[in-house]
C-alpha cells in the first residue's frame, strides 16, 4: 500500500477515527530527533507545494480555515 493510498483510506475515516488515528501518529513522532521532526515538516512542505502547483490540491483563505474551525468546535 502507498502513502498516497493510506491518505485516501485515511481521510475516508469519520471525525473521530481521523482524530484518533492523528493522536496516534503524533505520539510515534516522540521518538525522532529535533532534526528528524523538522526534515518530515520540510518534505510535507514541499509535498504540498507540489500539489498546489501540480492542480491537485486547492489553497483555502486562512480566515475561512479558522472560520470553520471555530465553528466546528463552538
Do not use: P
Request: no cysteine; charged share 40%; proline share 0%.
Amino acid at each position: 500500500m502507498t502513502i498516497s493510498e493510506i491518505e485516501a483510506a485515511a481521510l475516508n475515516l469519520d471525525t473521530d477515527a481521523r482524530a484518533a488515528l492523528a493522536e496516534k501518529l503524533l505520539l510515534s513522532l516522540e521518538d525522532l530527533s529535533q532534526e528528524e521532526i523538522d526534515r518530515l515538516w520540510v518534505e510535507e512542505a514541499l509535498r504540498r507545494d507540489a500539489e498546489l502547483d501540480a492542480g491537485t490540491a486547492k489553497a483555502r483563505d486562512a480566515d475561512d480555515v479558522f472560520r470553520d474551525a471555530l465553528a466546528r468546535f463552538s
